[in-house]
């Protein structure tokens, strides 16, 4: 069986997967070679180096693990009309991604910006407005396994935590779980909105300028889930008229955000280059969800961990 990655991971996690799994032949590349594709049963991929043609060129192949948690920039129908498998490393984002939030709103609260800024002048000045994040209530969009690694460690702030996903069903650390439908209800609670939602047809352009003048002037709002969850000019509005107090965004409807953007611009906007999953760790926790997979692969096994419905996007 040709395993290929379209990706080169560091020698150490390299070595012990080869090993591991002799049978195997491993080719790993820094692209996507088609005489290579034609060829390969496996394919693991960051899944943004595929499109309709490679999917045709690539004869043989059966399943595709994405090394993301993100699938909407694959060529899904014609995945899908292969009937090729496809799994991804869902859930391995949940330690960074949550610490990158909270790294944010401790920031944030705490007045770091102001402190950072105050240094480079070599200003002592003890005038800068702190808040707690203690006592507050966080609002999350997608309360699946990073939002719920999110709620866990918001929690231990004794913060209240309400969540919003498509059923309802009640989330782990979530003080409350409440179906999309009653976002309008709940966002006026919030002092943090977070949203961790996917790109699919029923989340694109999902905020409206409603939404934002239902949240608190003093709101957070974070978007780190997909950048076309909301229209940037409605963004853009709801800050400048002060419908919410600041946006932390770690994702944008294109990336990399241009430079004539106005959220470069604005002093109530902090802008992440979408890098919030960003770890050393992250191939060796892709792999952790890959070897067992592979595994059941070569027995035959076709239920595998983070199966992913292409044409639904997750």
Do not use: C
């Not at 993301?68 to 014609?78: D, I, L, T």
């Not at 994040?133 to 231990?156: C, H, K, V």
């Not at 926790?285 to 997750?314: C, D, H, Q, T």
């Amino acid at each position: 069986m040709k395993v290929y990655f379209t990706f080169e991971p560091r020698e150490d996690l390299r070595k012990p997967l080869v090993e591991e799994f002799p049978q195997m032949e491993f080719i790993f590349e820094q692209r996507i070679t088609e005489d290579v594709l034609r060829d390969a049963q496996v394919l693991v991929t960051y899944g943004e180096d595929l499109d309709e043609e490679k999917i045709a060129v690539a004869e043989k192949l059966e399943w595709i693990f994405v090394a993301s948690a993100g699938v909407e920039k694959m060529p899904a129908q014609a995945i899908a009309d292969r009937g090729i498998y496809v799994s991804n490393v869902r859930g391995i984002h949940k330690k960074p991604m949550a610490e990158s939030v909270l790294a944010h709103i401790l920031s944030l609260k705490r007045g770091l910006p102001s402190i950072y800024e105050q240094q480079a002048r070599s200003e002592w000045n003890k005038r800068i407005r702190l808040t707690e994040l203690n006592g507050s209530t966080a609002l999350i969009m997608g309360p699946g396994a990073i939002g719920q690694e999110i709620g866990r460690i918001l929690q231990a702030f004794e913060v209240h935590t309400i969540g919003i996903n498509s059923s309802g069903e009640m989330a782990s650390y979530m003080n409350e779980t409440f179906t999309m439908q009653d976002l309008m209800e709940h966002l006026p609670k919030a002092d943090i909105v977070i949203s961790m939602l996917p790109s699919t047809e029923k989340t694109k352009g999902l905020l409206t300028r409603e939404h934002f003048a239902a949240m608190k002037d003093n709101a957070i709002f974070m978007n780190f889930g997909r950048g076309d969850l909301v229209d940037e000019t409605i963004l853009v509005e709801a800050l400048t008229q002060k419908l919410i107090a600041h946006a932390v965004l770690d994702v944008y409807m294109e990336e990399p955000l241009p430079p004539h953007s106005p959220l470069w611009k604005m002093d109530n906007v902090t802008v992440s280059p979408h890098l919030s999953s960003h770890s050393s760790r992250y191939v060796e926790r892709s792999l952790e969800i890959f070897k067992p997979n592979l595994l059941k692969w070569a027995a035959g096994e076709r239920e595998l961990e983070n199966e992913v419905n292409i044409l639904r996007g997750y």
